[in-house]
């Protein structure tokens, strides 16, 4: 999960995640607290599929409305045109 994991990803860039085919917006890329180690990246959906808000142990990565917002490892990130 290093840096190498992410580097296909731009925040900015659209994006889906795998499995289930959840779209949205690359919002964060790096890392998180050290109970998650490794490089993450933080998924701003357009519908409310995700898991949180942006928010891991009280720290804002990124901001989203409850339940459009996700950390994912990179390897379930595919960016493109959607």
């Not at 990124?62 to 490892?73: H, K, P, S």
Request: net charge neutral; glycine share 16%; hydrophobic share 35%.
């Amino acid at each position: 999960y290093g840096l190498d994991s992410v580097a296909h990803c731009q925040v900015g860039q659209r994006c889906q995640v795998e499995p289930g085919q959840r779209r949205g917006e690359i919002a964060f890329i790096g890392k998180l607290s050290q109970e998650k180690p490794g490089h993450w990246v933080g998924v701003r959906f357009d519908e409310p599929v995700g898991q949180n808000n942006g928010v891991d142990n009280g720290v804002v990565f990124f901001e989203a409305m409850d339940r459009y917002g996700a950390f994912v490892r990179g390897k379930k990130v595919v960016t493109g045109d959607f």
